[in-house]
């Protein structure tokens, strides 16, 4: 791994999960175009979510057992058709249709980083999959940001079509740039899928990760969902418009956190994990106090933002370390696995609100945080997945 084939591998990553959310903002705008209501426009989110939780289940980890080279521009390719379906769609019944192609197709992010992981040495494994990671995690903050603006200059199909052109440009330079390897092993396609549960059955190091994965997914959907509910209302009063400059919020923690892979390769992952969790904790704290002030909003969440995402970054890589031979079903069981609590956190966030406003959130935080802290005390006592140098990881 390179460092262009490195970032090159961040940007097409970031631009794959970017299709899942083009629609999210345009929401009202699309139901107008399509005589539709708000509330129906809605299902273009859900079908998009489904057709994705479809083709990580169903297609990723065919990464194990086919040539790459061809199956992730082959995706990209996929999604491209797709989100021409989209930008083409005369009704809403038939947009929803064409974004559920774009959640089946769109799983090219998933594809990359386990490659990322098989090409890179023992030695920068975790900079190089920190680094892919990273640039799929800015792709989800920056693509609302970049949907409002093409939208509100040519109209809602045109982020579709700029979406698709894009995609078939760096599906053409994924072609010439990632090697041909050998498949890791000759298995039917049913035991294929089936593998992943048994993978998690065997590894303890799997099911320990993925429960602090969970944790990490969950309260980052949780604790987003809920800021817009607080920036929409008293004290602060933001239109829409400002609600989602705070992404850029995010987008500096992001950053901040692609050197977390790093550490991985020191041998530092489990009391890195430990230290973020704590930090998880602190700045659910401090973002109670930010629920009167801007300032300490702001910094509750970079560290909220820094310490999740570096978590998930050293869960993934230390998921790599376990089975070299399987690391798309693992990628598969991590992205489920945090699919399903990021659901949970998000309609969590909907009753906590409901029934305590800011504080039940900060308080819920702070707890799941402390509850993951105490999952990860327990779990690194017992044997875990070493890496290359010895350190347990």
């Known amino acids: 791994m390179t460092p262009a084939r490195t970032l090159l591998f961040a940007i097409a990553g970031g631009a794959a999960v970017g299709n899942l959310y083009w629609a999210q903002p345009l929401l009202e705008f699309i139901a107008s175009d399509l005589h539709a209501s708000t509330a129906s426009a809605g299902w273009l989110i859900t079908a998009t979510q489904i057709g994705y939780a479809l083709g990580i289940l169903l297609i990723v980890p065919l990464g194990d ?43 090219g992010a998933q594809l990359l980083t386990p490659l990322a992981g098989d090409l890179a040495d023992d030695t920068n494994r975790g900079h190089v999959v920190g680094t892919v990671v990273s640039g799929i995690l800015i792709g989800i903050l920056v693509s609302r940001t970049i949907s409002g603006l093409v939208a509100d200059l040519a109209g809602w199909r045109a982020i579709y079509v700029v979406a698709a052109v894009l995609d078939v440009a760096i599906a053409a330079m994924l072609l010439r740039v990632i090697p041909t390897l050998p498949p890791k092993a000759k298995v039917r396609y049913g035991s294929l899928i089936a593998s992943v549960g048994t993978a998690i059955v065997a590894h303890r190091t799997v099911r320990w990760t993925l429960a602090m994965g969970g944790f990490a997914f969950g309260l980052f959907t949780m604790f987003w969902t809920a800021l817009t509910f607080l920036l929409s209302g008293p004290p602060f009063d933001y239109p829409v418009s400002i609600i989602g400059l705070f992404g850029l919020v995010g987008l500096a923690g992001a950053i901040a956190a692609q050197r977390t892979g790093k550490l991985h390769d020191r041998g530092w992952s489990l009391p890195v994990t430990g230290i973020a969790w704590a930090m998880v904790v602190a700045s659910f704290g401090l973002a109670f106090i930010g629920g009167q002030s801007l300032l300490w909003l702001v910094v509750a969440i970079l560290g909220i933002d820094i310490a999740i995402q570096g978590i998930n970054i050293l869960n993934q890589t230390r998921l790599f370390d376990v089975d070299p031979a399987a690391r798309s079903r693992l990628n598969t069981a991590f992205v489920t696995n945090n699919f399903l609590w990021g659901a ?24 799941g945080g402390a509850a993951a802290l105490l999952v990860w005390a327990v779990g690194r006592r017992g044997p875990l997945v070493t890496g290359a140098a010895g350190e347990p990881r």
């Open 65 to 107: 057992i086919v040539n790459r080279r061809r199956l992730v521009p082959g995706m990209m390719l996929a999604a491209a058709v797709a989100l021409v379906l989209c930008a083409l769609a005369p009704t809403l019944e038939l947009l929803v249709v064409a974004v559920t192609a774009v959640g089946v197709c769109t799983v």
């Open 344 to 367: 949970a956190g998000s309609a969590a966030a909907s009753l906590l609100w409901t029934a305590g406003g800011w504080t039940a959130i900060c308080l819920a935080g702070a707890l």
